[in-house]
């Protein structure tokens, strides 16, 4: 299951909308690992005043591995996290995150070529 859902919110959802809120802190809940891994991006991209911030370290174990590979997979999560904090995610592999400033599109645009993620391969990422 990608969520723990607390019954106030899925009485939310059966009765109409989800509140965004809401529905980011079920996320940052339920899966602690990748939260922190996109927070900490944020924090870098913050402090770098570049286009981008990207996760080069793998997690450390394959619970954490599945957290991220869940929020990245989820288009309702994946969206939800950039609406609360402002961002463009992008993903390679099983571990490479980037967040992304809005007006960063050329960036963007590079890094989910066929061509980035060509370049990003190696031995130790094929079965991860």
């Known amino acids: 299951m990608s969520l723990t859902v607390p019954a106030e919110l899925l009485d939310q959802a ?9 529905f980011a802190g079920c996320i940052r809940a339920s899966l602690p690992y990748a939260w922190g891994v996109i927070g900490g991006l944020i924090a870098d991209l913050d402090a770098g005043g570049g286009d981008f911030a990207d996760n080069q370290v793998p997690p450390p174990d394959e619970a954490a591995r599945g957290q991220l590979l869940r929020l990245m997979a989820s288009d309702a999560m994946r969206a939800a996290v950039e609406r609360h ?3 463009r995610l992008a993903f390679q592999n099983c571990h490479r995150v980037a967040v992304f400033r809005p007006e960063a599109g050329q960036a963007y645009a590079e ?3 066929a061509r980035s993620q060509i370049l990003n391969q190696r031995p130790g990422l094929v079965d991860c």
């Open 14 to 22: 059966q009765q109409g909308e989800v509140d965004d809120a809401a």
């Open 85 to 87: 904090y402002g961002v």
């Open 111 to 113: 890094f989910t070529t």
